[in-house]
Antibody, heavy 119, light 107 residues
């Protein structure tokens, strides 16, 4: 079955760029009518959707983060990626990648990766 | 943006109780409403999508209803393993939005 796994640095300095990759295994990232999302969750707080990307390259971002977020997809590697620029302590969170669709919502999630913004 | 508001803000109930959590959207979202369960320290798990469709493998004591702006998640007989925070989500139109979450504990 399809599985997702986040990877990337666990510590990022303030003002730098956070970069994460989600690797899709057990199936092709290009199959089906799916989009691929990033969600984050600060410690003790709720879920915040960051954005989504289709394998066509079309993206939608959360307006609250739009100016700092870039998503990309590499179908040859079965991966999609997230970049958040100019990070501050407020970007410290567990970051999840997830598969979504208009039919099934977010049915598959990665295990999450903790990212701390600190000098 | 569509705001999702859950009530109650927290909930405490006894094993075997019927539990209901509501979610209100700030504008109509048809049935593009999902419910997730997040146990402490765990990854969110999809329970219900399309407002009332039970995800495969989810116990039948969970059910969902509603359409438009008002939705409900019901647990027919609360079990100890249901201790978690529950989130509703508008998942079609961007930006996708989550409710603030409802922590559920056992009395």
């Amino acid at each position: 079955q399809v599985q997702l796994q986040e990877s990337g640095p666990g510590l990022v300095k303030p003002s730098q760029t956070l970069s994460l990759t989600c690797t899709v295994s057990g199936g092709s990232i290009s199959s089906g009518s799916y989009y691929w999302s990033w969600i984050r969750q600060p410690a003790g707080k709720g879920l915040e959707w960051i954005g989504r990307i289709y394998t066509s390259g079309i993206t939608n971002y959360n307006p609250s983060l739009k100016s700092r977020v870039t998503m990309s997809v590499d179908t040859s590697k079965n991966q999609f990626s997230l970049k958040v620029s100019s990070v501050t302590a407020a970007d410290t969170a567990v970051y999840y990648c997830a598969r979504g669709s208009a039919q099934d919502a977010f049915d598959i999630w990665g295990q999450g990766t903790m990212v701390t913004v600190s000098s | 943006d569509i705001q999702m508001t859950q009530s109650p803000s927290s909930l405490s109930a006894s094993v075997g109780d019927r539990v209901t959590i509501t979610c209100r959207a700030s504008q109509g979202i048809s049935n593009y409403l999902a419910w997730y369960q997040q146990r402490p320290g765990k990854v969110p798990k999809l329970l219900i999508y399309a407002a009332s469709t039970l995800q495969s493998g989810v116990p039948s004591r969970f059910s969902g209803s509603g359409s438009g702006t008002d939705f409900t998640l019901t647990i027919s007989s609360l079990q100890p393993e249901d201790v978690a925070t529950y989130y509703c989500q508008n998942y079609n139109s961007a930006p996708i939005t989550f409710g603030q979450g409802t922590p559920l504990e056992i009395k």
